[in-house]
């Protein structure tokens, strides 16, 4: 059997077992957009806590925000993703398909030929990334909105209200968690790119000077929380953009790339945006931006800002990706020889622990009821009764469940129960009334093996 990891397994595990779905999925699918099922919300939700905890909770000079989606159109303008947040495109006349040109081999793009079927193709044009719309009652393109494409315009156009607010003082930064769209003509490899999806964006207003110091702070922090979140750190690797690369606010930028199935990809990004966007809102707005600063004699400048930028549905596909594995646990020549584990750490798991009874019978379930109904206080639990032990440790196995708890008839008798590890399937006996500090321990414990 091929135990590799691909794409297509991925895809299929995600719809079976009810993480991403496609979206409108009964009309064909609409492309650049899925949906999160019962375990892939709870995922979901799990990453963006753990995100928000390590970023708002354990520093201290960070706060959250939760902006608006649409944004008044200038704010746009000033950003300079009017002008500049675009993607060359070139058009096939005879198929009709469209590629964005930097990704088709140079030669064919000289002799304008489609990578496809050979026909013509259009010269190169600039298309802009941003969905339009249109708010309000008329339709005549006064009411022109644009679906936010980045969260961080959110932030700085707030800066000011939440240094008023909350008396927040040079260093500090601003978290925030939420949709972003992008009209992306190359929607490939499942949710790793698509038109909408959602980000997790700090921005980290520092004294001008202070700017570098700050990046590198930020590349160590940001690489730290990725082996907290116990993903393999032989899988990621830095890569800093070459002056071709740099986005047009950027003086520096570093990406964390993960090694995907279909190779190495951009994770997450830490760029240094300088005072280029609060610069642009100050002249595009009218208004003061600058900060005073109090320590520093009221000096009065506009804050550098060192920007940290992660995807925090492309970070669900690279958890995904990286708990995957088909292991071998048996030599007798069958399918079941063979199971299929999601080693996630234990705080992302959408199902922390499993309540198993042995059987249904003599009051096993009744019991297997009780302990779920005590635990799930405390941790996502589910209940299974279903079916053979073996099998329904293999579901638990499938959607990446690290403990599972067996009541058998010595439970009954002597008020133990057995707790089985997700990913060394040994099991430990331990007495019931200790099983919620037992699995907080074993949580805080984890390592991934
Ligand atoms: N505010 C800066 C910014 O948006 P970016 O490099 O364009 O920078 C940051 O995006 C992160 O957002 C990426 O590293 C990626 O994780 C995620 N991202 C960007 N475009 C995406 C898309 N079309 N689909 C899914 N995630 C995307």
């Given at each position: 059997?091929?135990?590799?990891?691909?794409?297509?397994?991925i895809?299929?595990?995600a719809?079976?077992?009810?993480?991403?779905?496609?979206?409108?999925e009964i009309?064909?699918?609409?492309?650049?957009?899925w949906?999160?099922?019962?375990?892939?919300?709870?995922?979901?939700?799990?990453?963006?806590?753990?995100?928000?905890?390590?970023m708002?909770?354990?520093h201290?000079?960070?706060?959250?925000?939760?902006?608006?989606?649409?944004?008044?159109?200038?704010?746009?303008?000033?950003?300079?993703?009017?002008e500049?947040?675009?993607?060359?495109?070139?058009?096939?006349?005879?198929?009709?398909?469209?590629?964005?040109?930097?990704?088709?081999?140079?030669?064919?793009?000289?002799?304008?030929?489609?990578?496809?079927?050979?026909?013509?193709?259009?010269?190169?044009r600039?298309?802009?990334?941003?969905?339009?719309?249109?708010?309000?009652?008329?339709d005549?393109?006064s009411?022109?909105?644009?679906?936010?494409?980045?969260?961080?315009q959110?932030?700085?156009?707030?800066?000011?209200?939440?240094?008023?607010?909350?008396?927040?003082?040079?260093?500090?930064?601003?978290?925030?968690?939420?949709?972003?769209?992008?009209?992306?003509?190359?929607?490939?490899?499942?949710i790793?790119?698509?038109?909408?999806?959602?980000?997790?964006?700090?921005?980290?207003?520092?004294?001008?000077?202070?700017?570098?110091?700050?990046?590198?702070?930020?590349?160590e922090?940001?690489?730290?929380?990725?082996?907290?979140?116990?993903?393999?750190?032989?899988?990621?690797?830095?890569?800093?953009?070459?002056?071709?690369?740099?986005?047009?606010?950027?003086?520096?930028?570093?990406?964390?790339?993960?090694?995907?199935?279909?190779?190495?990809?951009?994770?997450?990004?830490?760029?240094?945006?300088?005072?280029f966007?609060?610069?642009?809102?100050?002249?595009?707005s009218?208004?003061?931006?600058?900060?005073?600063d109090?320590?520093d004699?009221?000096?009065?400048?506009i804050?550098?800002?060192?920007?940290?930028?992660?995807?925090l549905?492309r970070q669900?596909?690279?958890?995904?990706?990286?708990?995957?594995?088909?292991?071998?646990?048996?030599?007798?020549?069958?399918d079941?020889?063979?199971?299929?584990?999601?080693?996630?750490?234990?705080?992302?798991?959408?199902?922390?622990?499993?309540?198993?009874?042995?059987?249904?019978?003599?009051?096993?379930?009744?019991?297997?009821?009780?302990?779920?109904?005590?635990?799930?206080?405390?941790?996502?639990?589910?209940?299974?009764?279903?079916?053979?032990?073996?099998?329904?440790?293999?579901?638990?196995?499938?959607?990446?469940?690290?403990?599972?708890?067996?009541?058998?008839?010595?439970?009954?008798?002597?008020?133990?129960?057995?707790?089985?590890?997700?990913?060394?399937?040994?099991?430990?006996?331990?007495?019931?009334?200790?099983?919620?500090?037992?699995?907080r321990?074993?949580?805080?414990a984890?390592?991934?093996?």
């Open positions: 059997m091929d135990n590799s990891i691909s794409m297509e397994k895809v299929s595990l719809k079976r077992r009810g993480f991403v779905f496609q979206s409108s009309y064909g699918g609409q492309a650049g957009a949906d999160y099922g019962p375990m892939g919300v709870e995922l979901k939700n799990h990453i963006a806590r753990f995100w928000w905890k390590e708002t909770q354990l201290d000079d960070i706060v959250g925000l939760d902006a608006a989606i649409l944004m008044h159109p200038r704010v746009w303008e000033a950003s300079g993703h009017v500049n947040f675009t993607d060359p495109l070139v058009d096939c006349k005879k198929c009709k398909q469209r590629f964005r040109a930097d990704q088709i081999d140079p030669d064919k793009l000289a002799r304008k030929e489609c990578p496809e079927c050979g026909g013509e193709l259009t010269d190169t600039k298309f802009n990334l941003m969905f339009k719309t249109n708010i309000g009652p008329v005549d393109g009411g022109l909105i644009y679906l936010r494409p980045e969260t961080a959110g932030i700085y156009v707030n800066y000011k209200n939440i240094v008023q607010s909350n008396r927040m003082k040079i260093p500090f930064g601003i978290a925030q968690i939420g949709k972003a769209f992008r009209n992306e003509i190359v929607t490939k490899n499942f790793f790119r698509t038109c909408e999806f959602e980000q997790m964006e700090m921005q980290y207003f520092v004294k001008p000077g202070e700017d570098e110091k700050f990046f590198d702070y930020w590349r922090q940001r690489w730290a929380y990725y082996a907290k979140l116990g993903v393999r750190m032989d899988k990621l690797r830095w890569h800093r953009h070459g002056p071709d690369e740099l986005a047009h606010y950027a003086k520096d930028a570093y990406d964390i790339e993960y090694e995907f199935p279909m190779g190495f990809k951009e994770l997450e990004g830490v760029h240094n945006r300088t005072n966007d609060l610069n642009r809102h100050q002249e595009f009218g208004k003061d931006l600058q900060y005073i109090q320590d004699g009221n000096a009065r400048y804050p550098f800002i060192i920007e940290t930028s992660a995807g549905t669900l596909l690279m958890v995904l990706c990286d708990a995957y594995e088909e292991q071998k646990v048996a030599d007798k020549g069958t079941d020889d063979w199971r299929t584990v999601l080693h996630f750490h234990p705080t992302l798991a959408p199902i922390t622990v499993a309540v198993l009874p042995l059987m249904k019978k003599d009051g096993l379930a009744e019991l297997a009821k009780d302990i779920r109904a005590e635990l799930k206080e405390d941790f996502s639990a589910d209940y299974d009764q279903g079916g053979a032990i073996g099998r329904r440790y293999r579901r638990q196995d499938e959607v990446g469940t690290p403990f599972c708890v067996t009541i058998d008839y010595q439970s009954k008798e002597d008020g133990t129960v057995t707790v089985r590890d997700r990913d060394t399937m040994l099991q430990e006996r331990i007495a019931r009334a200790g099983l919620s500090e037992y699995l321990a074993r949580i805080k984890y390592k991934r093996v």
